[in-house]
């Protein structure tokens, strides 16, 4: 399975654009992006899902270069409640759903 | 119902003693997912079932983990013997058959382990 790689925490301020960067050199043809978000004692929530180039929902925006070797999870103007851990994982339509260890954004007032 | 349900929330016992979680998935989600999350740390998938079948069992920690679901509905992660290392919170999702539509995740069963 490919692996991610992500960075293990982000501090932001309230209102700035928050940006995200998941690696995943070994993507597969078949394999599709989706990010989850965490927060304390509550089970991960989805938040968006790409195969290329760019998705965007009332949430955030998904950014995925031509070589999908790596996507971006972009959240327009955060806020204290985006506080949480945030997981990239790729699947390609099977059960394999492999969480890696996520990152920590804290956003500050 | 209208998300996924787990029960208990929290359940605190005694090593040694035998524990049931469960998990009540989004109606007509054929497939159901267990996961296990230590504090401060990631999921670790532990079991997937696609209706009454678990055709991937290999997440499972151990022999005193097993799963079973019936109706292609509840499902229930029975711990044995359980030890100390086994406390953490125990996530429950579920899916539609079709691929890529996301997992939907119940609250989880908060297990200590004494």
């Known amino acids: 399975l490919a692996k991610t790689t992500q960075p293990i925490s982000m501090d932001s301020y309230e209102g700035q654009e928050v940006n995200i960067t998941c690696s995943h050199n070994n993507i597969a043809t078949n394999d599709y992006i989706t990010w989850y978000q965490q927060f304390p004692s509550q089970g991960p929530r989805f938040i968006i899902q790409?195969?290329?180039t760019k998705v965007t929902n009332e949430v955030a925006s998904l950014f995925i270069p031509a070589d999908r070797k790596s996507s971006t999870l972009s959240l327009p103007r955060v806020s204290l409640s985006d506080t949480a851990v945030y997981y990239c994982?790729?699947?390609?339509?099977?059960?394999?759903?492999?969480f890696g260890t996520g990152t920590r954004l804290k956003v500050l007032a | 119902g209208a998300g996924v349900s787990q029960s208990p929330s929290n359940k605190v016992t005694e090593k040694g003693k035998d524990v049931e979680l469960r998990c009540d998935p989004i109606s007509g989600h054929t497939a159901l997912y267990w996961y296990r999350q230590s504090l401060g740390q990631g999921l670790e998938f532990l079991i997937y079932?696609?209706?009454?079948?678990?055709?991937?069992k290999s997440g499972l920690p151990s022999d005193r983990f097993s799963a079973e679901r019936t109706g292609g509905s509840v499902s229930t992660l029975t711990i044995q013997r359980t030890q100390q290392e086994d406390s953490a919170v125990y996530l429950c999702?579920?899916?539609?058959?079709?691929?890529?539509?996301?997992?939907?995740f119940g609250e989880g069963s908060r297990l200590t382990v004494l």
């Open positions: 999702a579920s899916s539609l058959a079709a691929p890529n539509t996301g997992l939907f």
């Open positions: 994982l790729l699947h390609s339509g099977t059960y394999k759903y492999i």
């Open positions: 790409g195969y290329k």
């Open positions: 079932f696609q209706g009454n079948s678990a055709p991937d």
